[in-house]
């Protein structure tokens, strides 16, 4: 059973800053990661994923993945009121299941 | 054009009662999920179908039945519906199965069911 855990939230920051969310999963044999982003009373929406060691940007997002640590980040630059949402994180292995994280909610301030 | 389309949106009811959630994707995928979202918004998976077939049947009691005529439709039926039933329930779709190292296993979800036990 994979576990996925989050940096508790919620976090909050000024417009323009960087947000920065962190994430740890148990499975060694986790194969993909991915971020989604929830708005309240949405469904979740994929954002970012990433299958390979390093980084992977796209836009003001930076997905950050270190298999050895069993750690993926999401960065987002830059950050805009638009951005205020909670955003999961979600890992896969072999077993076809994705797993996620509660989640982190972001909210900045203007 | 919606991809991953859910119905109802809203569906309040009675302790007791049997009741479907019907979802339908348009964007071609191969596989179809059924997912919980409670009330601390923690989201898990229930099951999973690739091609018809069933691929993941998490810990779920056996009131809850999933279905799928073909490769673009996946119901949900919940007999005797529970308090503890009440959640969000989304469809979520993807090219292939979740797992392999690739972009087909990207999962897009519906807009999700409201459901709320009496």
């Known amino acids: 059973q994979k576990e996925v855990e989050q940096n508790s939230g919620p976090l909050s920051v000024p417009e323009g800053a960087i947000a920065s969310l962190n994430c740890t999963y148990s499975?060694?044999?986790?194969?993909?990661f991915f971020w989604y982003r929830q708005y309240s009373g949405k469904s979740p929406e994929l954002i970012m994923s990433?299958?390979?060691?390093g980084d992977k940007e796209d836009g003001r997002f930076t997905a950050q993945l270190n298999k050895a640590s069993q750690y993926v980040s999401l960065l987002i630059r830059d950050s805009q009121p638009s951005d205020s949402a909670t955003y999961l994180c979600?890992?896969?292995?072999?077993?076809?299941?994705?797993?996620f994280g509660a989640g982190t909610t972001v909210t900045v301030r203007a | 054009d919606t991809a991953v389309s859910q119905t109802p949106k809203y569906l309040v009811t009675q302790m007791g009662n049997d009741k479907s959630i019907k979802c339908e994707q348009n964007?071609?995928?191969?596989?179809m999920y059924w997912y919980k979202q409670d009330s601390k918004k923690f989201l898990k998976i229930m099951f999973s179908?690739?091609?018809?077939?069933?691929?993941i049947n998490e810990t779920v009691p056996n009131r809850f039945s999933p279905k799928s005529p073909d490769k673009a439709h996946l119901n949900l039926h919940i007999n005797s519906l529970e308090l503890g039933d009440s959640a969000v329930y989304f469809c979520?779709?993807?090219?292939?199965?979740?797992?392999?190292?690739?972009?087909?296993?990207?999962?897009?979800f519906g807009p999700g069911t409201r459901l709320t036990v009496l």
């Open positions: 979600a890992v896969t292995a072999d077993d076809y299941k994705l797993s």
């Open positions: 499975d060694r044999v986790s194969q993909s």
């Open positions: 179908y690739n091609n018809k077939e069933l691929i």
């Open positions: 979520a779709s993807s090219q292939d199965l979740a797992g392999e190292w690739s972009s087909y296993n990207e999962q897009f």
């Open positions: 990433i299958y390979s060691n």
């Open positions: 964007l071609g995928h191969d596989t």
